[in-house]
């Protein structure tokens, strides 16, 4: 029985590394598809407001036809439910998964599963199409088929690791939502946000650029945000370093290598669930000599908001840039 | 028959290089004379002179020396266990997990992790306490248990009570597992098994435990000698085989509940350890007991060193080293002896 444990358990885990690892390489085969359906898609469309029946192309290259404007959608992944409540389209939402929180309108929403999706409350609820996100197609392929053998429209939207293909995720939402100008002023306001984080950022010096380690999962194991990953991308556009730069994806830190790192800034993503997570860090033996420990330079931020692909990146953005430079946003 | 001495000597050897190897070695490495010195300022307050790095004390100190410490005492205290185990109920299957002592102690921590229990004055030791409680618990259930379906107390039937509690300990924390959401990395990390960031207050609390029972197996060992000949040859010789029985499983599993409880459950030590002693040094359990003590820590302090450095900075769980490094050379050991017999 215990063995039967450890393998679950060890299943458990290698489908979190897994699932981790999954999103880095389709992080990185992915641009090009995307832009490829963007490209196939946006011709389909040109000019006019999407004109139905309407044919897209979606993120694992399936051809997703909707005869007409979808008047009730369900989302399996809380960014395409994040996008489409900030296209303004929230009021067809009519079934969100279980990780659901935000905007507020979703705990109302009937809830359609987390992990696992409950196929038969999708097809209760009746929907024109279904969001369904790249993450989820290696884990439940086989009720996404369910879905698609019950006449349902499944849109797979692409699994974003980057910015610039959250956009994109953005745009094809916008389409498949018949709200495609949304989409685009959308993509405008966070482009031009993320450009003024930008340009108030650009004011650090050289030599006064910090260092920053993030911590996904509280002591002892310490999980950080390596390249290729939102952070280190939001960190980038901050003009501040990712004290792990050189570690790829999501990885587990010896705490050693931390002290060793000597970051300037340490921001945590754990506090929704770990109580008091500043003193998490500076209640660790040893982490004393750590900079952000000595300086008092330890943060806690949403971690939804730096790890959803949605319109609330931006938020994340800047919640890091006001904790990692209070200084340039106390003059504002 | 090899000469005592030996044995001795080239188990604590082994356990003194990986010890040494292992403060030393690291994502930061620290010469041993540099800490020869920190050892010598933060113990004894000697002036430790200059061009130490305050980091390296800190990482030496702080982290290393705790985790490599509380690596051995896991490792000794599962080890031993799973000796005394796997002689009592003569079955070469046995390990400090067969009671459902692990399983207990887990579903103490994983619930602690799960409801995010922390009881005021105890703080971050909320886990290894609760764990420690609900180990003493399931090992006064198990064997309140086995006792009443079976008066004497019969080897299958204390291995079946142990079965039926494990999977329905087991159960309850996959049970758990499944309603979790934010913090399963937490609880699947902690299952894992893991000495690290522990402290100094870990040591502390496991070192107690591994004193007592350690101490009450080790004055057992010639009665594990009389009742591998069977229980009733063991009776015949002038042991009270009831009593020491007991005796031995509460020994035993409260060894396995404090290790369970500061490190998670660390499998394959328990199991193997004992084995490779006994294939390397005899059968005899005056000296099998404190051999594995030996070996068991400097195995699991090894088997720590190469999960934290293998791919550094980043980290690997340690049980998947302990298997990994363990099978491979437990294979290796019974071939050989194979040959040897064959020859």
Not at chain 1, 86 to 111: F, H, R
Not at chain 1, 261 to 282: A, F, K, M, R
Not at chain 1, 297 to 316: A, C, E, N
Not at chain 2, 75 to 94: D, E, H, K, M, T
């Amino acid at each position: 029985m215990k063995k039967f444990l450890q393998v679950l358990l060890l299943a458990l885990l290698a489908g979190f590394l897994i699932g981790c690892s999954n999103n880095d390489s389709a992080d990185e085969g992915a641009p090009d598809e995307n832009t490829t359906n963007e490209e196939t898609a946006s011709e389909d469309t040109d000019g006019e407001d999407s004109a139905y029946p309407l044919t897209i192309t979606d993120a694992i290259d399936n051809e997703v036809t909707l005869e007409e404007e979808p008047e009730r959608i369900v989302s399996l992944m809380p960014s395409n439910t994040e996008i489409t409540f900030a296209l303004d389209q929230g009021d067809k939402v009519v079934g969100v998964s279980d990780n659901d929180t935000y905007p507020e309108e979703v705990l109302d929403i009937d809830k359609v599963g987390g992990m696992e999706f409950n196929v038969e409350v999708i097809i209760s609820l009746d929907p024109d199409v279904v969001l369904a996100h790249e993450s989820l197609v290696a884990s439940s392929q086989e009720a996404l088929d369910q879905l698609e053998d019950a006449d349902i429209e499944v849109f797979t939207v692409a699994d974003a690791t980057d910015v610039d293909t959250t956009y994109e995720t953005i745009e094809n939402i916008g389409q498949v939502v018949n709200a495609e100008e949304e989409a685009e002023q959308l993509v405008t306001d966070m482009q031009a946000d993320f450009a003024e984080l930008e340009e108030i950022t650009s004011e650090v010096a050289e030599e006064d650029r910090q260092s920053v380690f993030f911590e996904i999962s509280p002591s002892p194991e310490i999980y950080t945000a390596g390249q290729n990953t939102f952070l280190d991308e939001l960190l980038q556009i901050i003009h501040a370093d990712n004290a792990a730069g050189d570690q790829e994806g999501w990885v587990e830190m010896d705490p050693e290598a931390i002290i060793e790192l000597n970051p300037e800034v340490i921001i945590s993503t754990y506090g929704s669930y770990v109580e008091d997570p500043i003193g998490e860090v500076t209640s660790r033996d040893g982490f004393d000599t750590v900079d952000a420990v000595a300086n008092e330079r330890i943060y806690d931020v949403d971690s939804d908001t730096v790890s959803r692909p949605g319109p609330r990146l931006v938020d994340g953005a800047r919640e890091i840039a006001e904790a990692v430079y209070p200084e340039l946003f106390d003059e504002e | 028959m090899k000469s005592n001495l030996l044995k001795y000597t080239l188990s604590l050897a082994f356990l003194i290089s990986t010890m040494l190897i292992a403060i030393s070695v690291g994502s930061v490495s620290v010469p041993i004379p540099e800490i020869i010195k920190i050892i010598g300022s933060e113990v004894f307050h000697l002036p430790i002179g200059d061009g130490v790095d305050p980091k390296s004390i800190s990482i030496v100190y702080d982290i290393r020396l705790p985790r490599v410490i509380l690596a051995g005492l896991v490792g000794a205290s599962l080890a031993i266990a799973g000796a005394a185990f796997q002689g009592l109920l003569r079955n070469p299957l046995a390990d400090p997990y067969i009671l459902g002592v692990s399983s207990g102690a887990s579903v103490g921590a994983v619930s602690t992790l799960f409801f995010n229990i922390s009881i005021p004055f105890l703080g971050m030791y909320t886990l290894p306490f609760l764990s420690i409680l609900s180990a003493l618990a399931t090992i006064m259930i198990v064997l309140f248990f086995a006792k009443k379906i079976d008066k004497t107390m019969r080897v299958e039937s204390i291995i079946l009570t142990g079965i039926i509690f494990s999977s329905f300990l087991g159960s309850i924390i996959s049970l758990i597992i499944a309603l979790t959401g934010e913090e399963l990395q937490q609880i699947i990390g902690w299952l894992l098994g893991s000495v690290s960031m522990r402290g100094w207050k870990y040591v502390g609390i496991i070192l107690p435990f591994l004193i007592v029972g350690g101490l009450l197996l080790l004055m057992n060992t010639r009665e594990l000698n009389a009742m591998s000949f069977g229980e009733e040859r063991a009776q015949h010789l002038g042991v009270d085989v009831e009593k020491r029985k007991m005796l031995i499983l509460a020994a035993g599993s409260i060894l396995t509940g404090a290790a369970v409880a500061v490190s998670g459950t660390i499998g394959f030590v328990g199991l193997v350890i004992p084995h490779l002693t006994r294939k390397l040094w005899g059968p005899d359990h005056i000296h099998l007991l404190p051999l594995s003590i030996i070996t068991g820590a400097g195995f699991l302090i090894l088997t720590d060193l190469l999960s934290r450095t293998i791919i550094s900075p980043q980290v690997l769980p340690v049980g998947v080293i302990t298997a990994l490094v363990g099978a491979p050379v437990f294979a290796m050991i019974l071939i050989k002896q194979k040959k040897e017999k064959g020859r």
